[in-house]
């Protein structure tokens, strides 16, 4: 029996619809580096899209599913672009304005994108390029920035002011079919070339209800989230469609990423929310280590896309600011998990959950598998790969205008869900912890050690800043572990002794301790700021660091 419900499509036009409508008062606050921040509410925010998608298509030519690629910073008009590229059937393609260039220009090749729509003050990085991106037709240039290396390039140039002033503040937008592609985006592929994640109407639509749920980041109209992840980051994990669907406010950093200006505006500005990865949380503990804010308004913080440190979330509770674990990928739009205990415990008895990734919402299931391809069981000991599947979790990577979608055996089951790479356990009441990547576990004489657990403990030590652990080769075990450390500036001398003690104190087994060290300035990042361990294992292998080895 059919049901005899409507079947209205999920799509971002009903997102841009509400949120100009029914939240036309919320606002979008991008940070200028003036006295005075740039205000705009999604009334306006909603006109404006409007009048972007009537440039696209009258001055443009973008009638179908041509990809317009944007290389911003979070701010406003980037928000535009969320909402009016995907409303009018064409694909929103968010470049990584921190990749190396050359995989930009694959990526934007590989993508076949027409359009770029280019912050000013990142136009050193796109101008070189151009001459390596033929299918680029048009860049429209936003914001400040010098424009001079414009002068001659083959594409059209166009001032995203001017082009949007003028258009009709209505379209006829398409219907849409909720399972057409509005928006995709690349993992940042440590190995290999990087791979297109595609994301449709009706996966950002279910997504964006599940970001604003209670068991999720809990967003309403009385909030103000501060995102600090890039939008070009797994559409800054879902936060500008969630927040138009709910009318929370925004606080937009654009480039002002340091420490220093991210403290200051969290003070003046007061968010609620703010959602980051780890390392922005270590550098603005540093920050007002040093030069003390009120941070107190971030009731309700999201940390993820890397394993947050225990330590940290204990320091940034005494600042009165709760970190919440959140765990995700690309590849599953992001949101996976998130750490909220469950109900009725104490503090004390919250503490165990709060540091785990956290429990899955309704639309991902989960299953752990072994080496030998078993199910695993949920009991909190059984470490295995963890396998997702749901509404908003890739089925295949885009295989270009051309081909076939890709679905490579190590990334996708046969039964098709998604192999994530990451190896934990899950508890009998569903909190995942995860103690690695499959590429970053430390295989030593047929256990495994897991780099994140001894990463932790270090990072829990009063002269540790930073701490990166990675599998080096060992004749007589295989692999054995490598802890470099990255001190506190004032820091005594290093006394490796000392610190393989402190770790031992902490309850880490005595044959999983490190006896290689090493002092290194700092973790080498990735371009979302994730350690990027294949850097330092390289420098390993290459001699380059200065290794004791105990
Ligand atoms: P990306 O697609 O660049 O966002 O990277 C996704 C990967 O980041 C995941 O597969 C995990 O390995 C890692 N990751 C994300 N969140 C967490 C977390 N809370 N704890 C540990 N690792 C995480």
């Known amino acids: 029996m059919l049901s005899t419900m409507q079947d209205v499509p999920l799509t971002v036009t009903r997102i841009l619809h509400h949120g100009m409508t029914i939240h036309g008062k919320s606002q979008v606050t991008t940070w200028t580096g003036e006295p005075e921040p740039h205000r705009v509410t999604f009334a306006e925010i909603g006109a404006r899209a409007t009048r972007l998608a009537n440039a696209l298509r009258d001055e443009l030519g973008v009638d179908g599913d041509q990809r317009v690629a944007t290389l911003m910073w979070n701010n406003s008009a980037h928000v535009e672009a969320y909402l009016a590229i995907p409303s009018m059937g064409a694909v929103l393609h968010t470049l990584n304005l921190r990749l190396p260039p050359e995989q930009l220009a694959w990526i934007v090749n590989h993508a076949d994108d027409k359009v770029v729509i280019v912050n000013g003050s990142l136009l050193p990085l796109l101008v070189p390029l151009l001459p390596h991106l033929p ?254 599947r749901g509404p908003w979790i890739a089925a295949a990577y885009y295989g270009g205008a051309d081909g076939e979608h890709l679905r490579p055996e190590d990334k996708f089951s046969e039964d098709g869900w998604l192999k994530t790479g990451d190896v934990g356990v899950i508890s009998t009441d569903g909190f995942l912890t995860l103690t690695d990547r499959a590429k970053d576990v430390i295989k030593s004489g047929g256990e495994w050690i897991s780099s994140v657990e001894l990463e932790n403990a270090l990072m829990a030590h009063p002269d540790v800043a930073e701490a990166a652990v990675v599998a080096v080769p060992d004749e007589k075990w295989g692999e054995r572990p490598l802890a470099t450390v990255v001190l506190k500036e004032g820091a005594a001398e290093t006394d490796y002794e000392a610190l393989k003690s402190f770790l031992a104190e902490s309850g880490i087994a005595k044959w999983q301790l490190p006896e290689r060290w090493s002092v290194i300035d700092a973790v080498p990042k990735t371009s979302v700021g994730k350690f990027d361990k294949k850097v330092i294992r390289k420098q390993y292998a290459e001699g380059e660091l200065d290794v004791t080895q105990l």
């Open 135 to 388: 299918s680029i037709e048009h860049i429209v240039v936003c914001g400040p920035g010098d424009r001079s290396g414009l002068a001659g390039v083959a594409p059209r140039v166009h001032e995203y002011e001017e082009l949007i002033a003028d258009r009709p503040t209505t379209y006829d937008w398409p219907e849409l079919d909720e399972r057409q592609a509005a928006a995709m985006c690349y993992t940042s592929g440590t190995t290999g070339d990087p791979k297109g994640v595609v994301y449709s109407h009706r996966s950002i639509y279910l997504h964006s209800m599940q970001v604003n749920m209670t068991e999720s980041m809990g967003l309403t109209d009385k909030d103000t989230t501060l995102v600090v992840v890039p939008q070009f980051h797994v559409n800054a994990w879902g936060l500008p469609h969630a927040t138009f669907m709910s009318g929370v406010n925004m606080l937009m950093p654009d480039r002002f990423l340091q420490p220093a200006p991210l403290a200051d505006m969290i003070e003046r500005e007061r968010p609620t929310h703010a959602a980051a990865v780890p390392t922005i949380w270590q550098g603005l503990l540093a920050e007002v280590t040093a030069n003390p804010r009120d941070l107190t308004s971030m009731a309700n913080v999201t940390i993820g896309g890397a394993a947050c440190p225990p330590s940290l979330m204990e320091a940034y509770d005494k600042l009165g600011v709760r970190l919440c674990h959140a765990w995700g990928m690309t590849e599953t739009s992001p949101l996976g998990t998130m750490a909220h205990p469950p109900a009725g415990l104490s503090d004390e008895e919250q503490w165990p959950y709060r540091v785990t990734q956290g429990r899955f919402p309704a639309g991902v299931e989960a299953r752990l598998v072994g080496p030998g391809g078993e199910r695993l069981p949920w009991d909190g000991e059984s470490a295995g790969e963890l396998e997702v």
